[in-house]
């Protein structure tokens, strides 16, 4: 299946046993969140590569498509700052009005990087990796267009499920795992040589 989009994905799969569904009342707007949770569940499921994302800029970062974030750099300073809870601020500096060089980063709404002690003029850097926009009609899924059917799998599994034909949705689903662990396979392990493990040997610089 090449790229395809939200409307295409409600159109296979209402052609794949879900057009009564989708004549009710309601029905599309149901099969689009079915869809909207397929997406998620397949993002969630592992730390896919197609996930990552960094971001640039002065602190405090707001970035709309946050989801975990896996290191926040100090590129002004060259150094690489540490996670604290608000609350850990707060115990710190209970009016979060100290300014110097950032040693740590916090966020209180999930979206927005903050750095203590503040600084107006640090430029950071975020790894994260991205969670999913809501999709509209023209908009493409996230995940790579060769696992687009894996989306529309598991909204059949919903479907039948809604249906109450609880014998297909098994079998199904044992389909959508099947595909899931393909991708899995091609996506998180793309090195055939054997993973190695770094040891130190006990001597300064030397490692096994």
Same mark, same amino acid.
């Given at each position: 299946?090449?790229?395809?989009?939200?409307?295409? %994905?409600?159109?296979?799969?209402?052609? !794949? $046993?879900? +057009?009564?569904?989708?004549?009710? /009342?309601?029905?599309?707007?149901?099969?689009?969140?079915?869809?909207?949770?397929?997406?998620?569940?397949?993002?969630?499921?592992?730390?896919?590569?197609?996930?990552?994302?960094?971001?640039?800029?002065?602190?405090?970062?707001?970035?709309?498509?946050? *989801?975990?974030?896996?290191?926040? !750099? =100090?590129?002004?300073?060259?150094?690489?700052? +540490? @996670?604290?809870?608000?609350?850990?601020?707060? #115990? $710190? =500096?209970?009016?979060? =009005? !100290?300014?110097?060089? @950032?040693?740590?980063?916090?966020?209180?709404?999930?979206?927005?990087?903050?750095?203590? @002690?503040?600084?107006?003029?640090?430029?950071?850097?975020?790894?994260?990796?991205?969670?999913?926009?809501?999709?509209? =009609?023209?908009?493409?899924?996230?995940? @790579?267009?060769?696992?687009?059917? %894996?989306?529309?799998?598991?909204?059949?599994?919903?479907?039948?499920?809604? /249906?109450?034909?609880?014998?297909?949705?098994? +079998?199904?689903?044992?389909?959508?795992?099947?595909?899931?662990?393909?991708?899995?396979?091609?996506?998180?392990?793309?090195?055939?040589?054997?993973?190695?493990? #770094?040891?130190? !040997? *006990?001597?300064? *610089?030397?490692? %096994?």
């Amino acid at each position: 299946m090449g790229t395809i989009d939200r409307k295409e %994905l409600r159109e296979e799969i209402e052609a !794949s $046993g879900a +057009e009564n569904i989708a004549n009710d /009342t309601g029905g599309e707007a149901r099969i689009n969140r079915w869809i909207q949770q397929a997406i998620r569940e397949i993002c969630d499921h592992k730390p896919w590569p197609f996930l990552l994302a960094t971001k640039e800029g002065k602190a405090p970062l707001e970035i709309a498509d946050l *989801g975990h974030v896996q290191a926040v !750099s =100090d590129l002004s300073n060259d150094n690489t700052l +540490e @996670p604290i809870t608000l609350n850990q601020a707060l #115990l $710190g =500096d209970p009016d979060l =009005d !100290s300014i110097g060089n @950032p040693e740590y980063w916090y966020t209180e709404d999930g979206e927005t990087i903050k750095i203590f @002690p503040a600084s107006t003029t640090t430029t950071i850097k975020v790894y994260y990796r991205k969670t999913p926009a809501e999709l509209e =009609d023209e908009g493409e899924p996230i995940i @790579p267009s060769d696992y687009h059917d %894996l989306i529309v799998t598991r909204v059949r599994v919903k479907v039948y499920k809604f /249906t109450d034909n609880f014998e297909a949705a098994a +079998e199904v689903l044992k389909d959508y795992e099947r595909e899931l662990d393909g991708m899995v396979h091609a996506l998180m392990h793309p090195n055939y040589d054997k993973e190695r493990r #770094l040891t130190r !040997s *006990g001597r300064a *610089g030397d490692y %096994l």
